[in-house]
């Protein structure tokens, strides 16, 4: 199975989180080294939150997701790693696209 990277933004500092969904393991790299760590205190913690289910908009569901579970749950719960860690996800951006500016 290939393994889903996605560019992280620490006040201007990039780098990359990788997950691998053959191992559910997660890599953080990012020159900043309080905020690697929230981020990967984050991935290790239960998230709890409402996620829309049903037939219309309004229908939401509370859950309970382990962050490294899956690849699904692995993206779900990066949505919401700002808020928790002041870490942003930089989802259109490819990793490494800022060390080639």
């Known amino acids: 199975m290939e ?6 933004n620490c006040h201007a ?4 989180v990788e997950y ?3 191992t559910k393991t997660a890599n953080v790299c990012l020159d900043v080294p309080e905020a690697k760590a929230r981020v990967e205190e984050f991935l290790q913690k239960p998230l709890t939150l409402d996620l829309p ?5 309004r229908q939401f ?4 997701l382990m962050p490294l579970d899956s690849l699904e749950n692995f993206k779900v719960c990066l949505g919401r790693l700002w808020v928790n860690t002041d870490v942003r996800v930089e989802w259109s951006m490819p990793p490494g696209a800022m060390a080639e500016l």
Do not use: Q, R, S
């Open 20 to 22: 691998d969904p053959a």
């Open 13 to 16: 500092h990039y780098g990359y």
């Open 53 to 57: 289910e049903g037939d219309t908009i």
């Open 61 to 64: 569901v509370t859950k309970t």
């Open 3 to 8: 393994k889903f990277i996605v560019t992280l």
